[in-house]
């Protein structure tokens, strides 16, 4: 009868994440890099990196907001977006693997899918859930937009980390 405290996979979406400028996220894993950009629709094909996979797990803290993981085809490889430290800052990363079904603790994979505002019901913002108050969201760097983990004040709305999807 009781519920183990492990995250167990539910469903699976499968959708594309733009950001307030409706650009798509793309990842190139032989760059190691994601960013958002202008994508046309001819363009937005499964196996460019574009379509993401949502792994959505049931969970025994619904407050938190949804957990969800991120995993995307480029070509014929499957890999999933996580966080590791590096020189003291976090950073996004995509490692060429599957999803688990099951996770048992902590892991560097999953995000809290919450609401981006309550008058923007159909925008999110994910945060990391080993470090709270971090959440995706894009950084100009040259003329990239690259997707990064961004630390969020309390009261703070920051329109890099809106995502729909």
Not at 17 to 41: H, K, W, Y
Not at 43 to 72: D, N, R
Not at 121 to 148: H, V
């Amino acid at each position: 009868e009781l519920e183990c405290d492990a995250l167990c996979k539910e469903k699976t979406l499968h959708r594309v994440l733009r950001n307030v400028n409706s650009q798509l996220l793309v990842v190139r894993p032989d760059l190691n890099v994601a960013a958002f950009e202008n994508v046309t629709d001819q363009e937005m094909q499964s196996g460019k990196g574009m379509l993401f996979s949502i792994h959505c797990y049931k969970t025994t803290t619904p407050l938190a907001g949804l957990p969800v993981a991120f995993s995307v085809q480029v070509e014929d490889k499957s890999y999933y977006m996580c966080c590791e430290r590096e020189c003291g800052e976090m950073t996004i990363r995509f490692k060429e693997g599957e999803v688990p079904k099951e996770i048992p603790g902590e892991s560097n994979i999953i995000f809290f899918k919450k609401t981006f505002t309550s008058c923007c019901p159909n925008a999110f913002k994910f945060e990391y859930s080993m470090e709270r108050g971090m959440f995706l969201a894009f950084e100009e760097e040259g003329s990239l937009r690259k997707l990064i983990l961004k630390k969020l004040s309390k009261d703070e709305v920051d329109e890099t980390m809106k995502m729909s999807l």
